[in-house]
């Protein structure tokens, strides 16, 4: 989801230096009939952005995961969650 993420701000001029994007994930998961099953996928973005494009990657943020091949692929097997922290530079 970040390669997606990173992809619409890039398309809506807002381009960010890699030091200024970064994702941290977390999995869980469950024991189903004896086999650990990946339930859960939680996002957190940490982002540092011009104060200008503040609007244009909230409006990204609200879209990037409805675009998103890897969570189109999970849709309904797996919960996607994201969170962001942004700081306005």
Request: proline share 4%; hydrophobic share 45%.
């Amino acid at each position: 989801m970040l390669g997606t993420l990173n992809g619409a701000l890039e398309v809506r001029q807002v381009r960010l230096d890699p030091d200024a994007i970064a994702a941290e994930v977390v999995g869980a998961h469950e024991v189903r009939e004896g086999l650990p099953v990946l339930r859960e996928i939680r996002i957190r973005y940490r982002l540092r952005v011009p104060a200008a494009a503040r609007e244009t990657v909230d409006r990204a943020l609200a879209r990037h995961q409805d675009k998103c091949p890897t969570a189109a692929s999970l849709k309904g097997a797996v919960e996607v969650s994201w969170t962001a922290e942004i700081e306005e530079v």
